[in-house]
């Protein structure tokens, strides 16, 4: 059997709105230029960053980028990858039954849960087929990013919990033949009474989805192997919400290796700066210059205040008049953090 090449995860999360996709094509970029095959797992890209990434067709297939050579990415597209996490963990024609039903499809579209554990299996299906060097991932933003994380277990829970278990029971084919010989009868009664089959669609999920308890419990328990190994970026701003969002991380015990201060004003705007004279116009603008001096001390002070709470390793990303746009943009935002580096990364 062949080695599989040991492939470096790098997960860039946080809060929604901070700017971690740009972070993680700009880190993506970079590991590409430096001679890496890396793969860009996003969420939802804005459509020029879209573009730059080389993804004129959006979805879970890696589009190679036309314009850099190892560049490679894929937009997380959640009910298809719930499409392939049944057919990876179920019997065939249970997978099928479970694709059309109703309550799979509001688990994969609509609960935050759902969406980050889609992206932590398609994030280990990646790892472990040893095609990449470098894989970048781009994580839903759902309660600030905690909820990628913590997928996993829930979604363990979830199909192999005790409510679940006792609705179902431990003999599969048995509980199954009994529920069809006496339950679904009762409940399509029900259901005839509530106008819809709910109650049966209902059941029959439950049922369904007990047969995949093997496989999803053993994938998760790969997935939160890949944590452990990953290198984790928490991305935020100087702002209080962001902030909060990534002092939870701490809170509930994920140590990142590195919280990146994005949109950071240069110091150099604190510096004092000599008045201009006469007209309205220099007043008004010599008034935006001390205001622009004394967010620069804010942020300042709410970095420091961070840093001393957590002792995490901390990098700034300058704040930029012009989002990027094309690879050279983004290659240029990683060339301008202070702290962040691919070598910062382990790549």
């Known amino acids: 059997s062949r080695d599989v090449p040991v492939t470096r995860a790098v997960l860039i999360t946080g809060g929604g709105g901070v700017g971690k996709t740009t972070i993680a094509a700009a880190v993506g970029v970079g590991a590409a230029r430096a001679g890496h095959r890396t793969l860009v797992l996003t969420v939802d890209p804005a459509r020029r960053l879209a ?40 019997p065939v024609e249970v997978a099928d039954r479970l694709v059309t039903n109703p309550l799979f499809e509001a688990v994969a579209s609509r609960f935050p849960s759902g969406q980050g554990y889609a992206a932590s299996e398609e994030m280990a299906v990646h790892l472990e087929s040893g095609e990449w060097d470098v894989v970048v991932v781009d994580t839903p933003p759902a309660s600030g990013g ?13 199909v192999g919990g005790r409510l679940l278990r006792w609705l179902t029971g431990a003999r599969l084919p048995g509980r199954r033949g009994l529920f069809n010989l006496a339950g679904r009868p009762a409940l399509r009664l029900a259901d005839a009474l509530l106008g819809g089959p709910l109650l049966e669609q209902v059941a029959e999920f439950l049922f369904d989805l007990r ?13 939160d192997r890949h944590f452990a190994t990953a290198a984790i970026v928490v991305v935020t701003t100087a702002d209080p919400g962001p902030l909060r969002e990534a002092l939870r991380f701490h809170e509930v015990g994920i140590e990142p290796e590195l919280v990146v201060f ?15 004279e006469d007209g309205r116009a220099a007043a008004a603008l010599n008034e935006n210059l001390a205001r622009w001096a004394l967010e620069v001390g804010r942020q300042e002070d709410a970095r420091a205040d961070f840093s001393g709470r957590v002792g995490t390793p901390m990098a700034t990303v300058p704040w930029l008049a012009d989002a990027p746009v094309d690879l050279d943009g983004l290659q240029a935002v990683l060339d301008g953090a202070a702290g962040l580096s691919l070598e910062r990364l382990g790549i």
């Open 211 to 223: 047969t995949t308890y093997d496989g999803i419990t053993a994938k998760a328990a790969a997935i």
């Open 146 to 158: 905690i909820d990628f994380f913590a997928a996993p277990s829930r979604m363990r829970e979830l």
């Open 262 to 276: 994005n949109r950071s004003l240069p110091d150099d705007w604190a510096a004092t700066v000599d008045p201009l």
């Open 51 to 90: 573009t730059a990434l080389g993804l004129e067709t959006l979805g879970n297939h890696p589009e190679p980028n036309p314009q850099l050579d190892g560049l490679v990415a894929a937009m997380l597209d959640s009910a298809a990858s719930w499409d392939a996490i049944a057919s990876r963990h179920a």
